[in-house]
């Protein structure tokens, strides 16, 4: 877990905290949920991992907390515990779990420009707000950066904003007035999704002054724009394509055996069956569809 932090890798920390017998785990036991779906240690077998994966991805995503209630398809009798999501897994071959998954997200980057009043202010109230804050000079520029502000009262600001559409920031804030900010973006002819992800001048209208409160106002913006936008980091140089043939790591598909919501990871059960991928809760079920079994 320190490894994947220290990478600046999410994943999601499972752990059993019930048990009810006849299951495999016990309480305490746990493992760590990657953004492919892939799971390190044990928290239950195959059906009970689906289940886990599948809340864990959804946990990625909205950076919530979650207790996971898995319970069998014939046996709801499990104590109640409010505010948990419940899940009935009909693979179980017994028992019921209760699992909390919490996910651990790396703190959003900002690449701040220049080494303006302004962009010093930001840094501090950036580092202050737990954002990892990259500079200038920072050899990795804006990949996997959640946002970019050049803040550099002129110098090598169009470098520095190209730079960031092309990694694929969402939000790139340049701090300038409103004329010179137009300036700048119709000397560099952006198409119109290019120039939506532009924002200048920088920050939320709130009558800021001074450069401490100027830096307020624009990181008010981008916590915003994460919190109700939806806004992410940029994808980082090294990230994998999944190849085109197969689903993507974490799509969501139907067991046709079951029914039971599977999401596609590197260790999902799958047949090839008449050139189409046929993903499964688990062996059992992929094993009799294979026979002919069906539904």
Avoid at 57 to 64: C, K, N, P, T, V
Avoid at 180 to 209: D, F, K, N, Q
Avoid at 222 to 249: D, F, H, K, M, N
Wanted: charge should be negative.
């Amino acid at each position: 877990m320190k490894e994947l932090s220290d990478d600046r890798v999410p994943f999601v920390h499972a752990v059993v905290v019930r048990a009810q017998f006849p299951t495999a785990v016990n309480a305490g036991d746990d493992a760590i949920v990657l953004p492919d779906g892939s799971i390190e240690g044990f928290v239950g077998g195959q059906c009970a991992e689906s289940s886990v994966r599948t809340a864990a991805l959804g946990a990625l995503q909205d950076g919530r907390s979650v207790l996971l209630r898995v319970l069998p398809e014939d046996d709801l009798d499990f104590p109640e515990s409010p505010g948990a999501r419940i899940v009935v897994n009909p693979c179980l071959s017994g028992g019921a779990l209760e699992i909390f998954l919490q996910p651990q997200l790396p703190p959003p980057v900002l690449w701040i420009v220049g080494d303006s009043p302004i962009a010093e202010a930001l840094a501090g109230l950036a580092h202050a707000m737990d954002f990892s804050v990259r500079r200038t000079r920072d050899e990795r520029g804006p990949a996997g950066a959640t946002a970019v502000v050049v803040s550099s009262h002129g110098r090598d600001e169009i470098p520095a904003v190209r730079a960031a559409l092309d990694a694929g920031v969402g939000f790139v804030g340049l701090v300038a007035s409103t004329r010179r900010g137009a300036a700048v973006l119709a000397e560099m002819g952006l198409s119109e999704a290019e120039r939506r992800r532009v924002h200048t001048p920088a920050g939320l209208r709130i009558g800021a002054r001074t450069a401490q409160e100027i830096a307020l106002s624009v990181l008010a913006e981008i916590v915003a724009a994460v919190r109700t936008q939806g806004l992410v980091p940029a994808p980082t140089s090294g990230q994998a394509e999944t190849p085109a043939a197969e689903p993507a790591y974490g799509t969501q598909v139907a067991d046709p055996v079951c029914g039971m919501t599977v999401t596609v990871a590197a260790g999902t059960p799958h047949l090839v069956a008449d050139g189409e991928h046929v993903w499964f809760c688990g062996t059992g079920c992929r094993d009799r569809y294979a026979s002919g079994g069906g539904r």
